[in-house]
Nanobody
Framework: QVQLQESGPGLVKPSQTLSLTCTVSGGSITTNYYYWSWIRQPPGKGLEWIGYIAYSGSIYYSPSLKSRFSISRDTSKNQFTLQLTSVTPEVTAVYYC?????????WGQGTQVTVSS
């Protein structure tokens, strides 16, 4: 059973850098043909897909968010990360990691990120 767990700061000040980590257990992030995504849900809005990192290490971002987010991974820890610099209050959301791209079969429980001074 694949499990994903997000971790990161719950509260970030404006202009700071946000870093979130997704730890995967029950499967390797380098296993062929699996993709690992980040998704967010701002308050009162729907889910918004941010991007993925593939088993190969290739990365793809949503065109509308490409310039803002950065995805990377640490294969030794079986983790992948999401980073965003110079955050603004509009970044406030619940952030999820999941396996897949358009079809997401395993999800983390989500982590609340609030940007506030």
């Amino acid at each position: 059973q694949v499990q994903l767990q997000e971790s990161g700061p719950g509260l970030v000040k404006p202009s700071q850098t946000l870093s979130l980590t997704c730890t995967v257990s029950g499967g390797s992030i380098t296993t062929n043909y699996y993709y690992w995504s980040w998704i967010r849900q701002p308050p009162g809005k729907g889910l918004e897909w941010i991007g993925y990192i593939a088993y190969s290490g290739s990365i793809y971002y949503s065109p509308s968010l490409k310039s803002r987010f950065s995805i990377s991974r640490d294969t030794s820890k079986n983790q992948f990360t999401l980073q965003l610099t110079s955050v603004t209050p509009e970044v406030t959301a619940v952030y999820y990691c999941a396996r897949g791209t358009t079809m997401l079969d395993y999800w983390g429980q989500g982590t609340q990120v609030t940007v506030s001074s």
